[in-house]
């Protein structure tokens, strides 16, 4: 069973980064298209990043400009670096196959302070 493993949240103030990270036993990210998603309270699940491979890329329109996605093939890691955080940006963070194949991890929390 495939199980993905996010990682790198916490607690910051406003303006400040974070870099999150997901790993996958059982899955090797190889060709997959991969991406980000986030949860807040009383919130949808909602799409924050993905990268088809290392040159393509999309984000959602509220973090275009401050997170990048990217990829590590040798590590089997996907990465985002999230910049000029907002607390609209506090939530769960999880990564899955950008079709969401996958059950859910358990997710990275992030909390951003005003």
């Known amino acids: 069973q495939v199980q993905l493993v996010e990682s790198g949240g916490g607690l910051v103030q406003t303006g400040g980064s974070l870099g999150l990270s997901c790993t996958a036993s059982?899955?090797?990210?190889?060709?997959?298209?991969l991406a980000w998603f986030r949860q807040a309270p009383g919130k949808e699940r909602e799409f924050v990043a993905g990268?088809?491979?290392?040159?393509?890329?999309n984000y959602g329109d509220s973090v275009k400009g401050r997170f990048t996605i990217s990829r590590d093939y040798s590590k089997n890691s996907l990465y985002l670096q999230m910049n000029r955080l907002e607390p609209e940006d506090t939530a769960v963070y999880y990564c899955?196959?950008?079709?969401?194949?996958?059950?859910w991890g358990q997710g990275t929390q992030v909390t951003v302070s005003s």
């Open positions: 990268s088809s491979d290392v040159d393509n890329k």
């Open positions: 899955n196959t950008l079709s969401q194949m996958y059950s």
């Open positions: 059982r899955l090797a990210f190889g060709t997959y298209r």
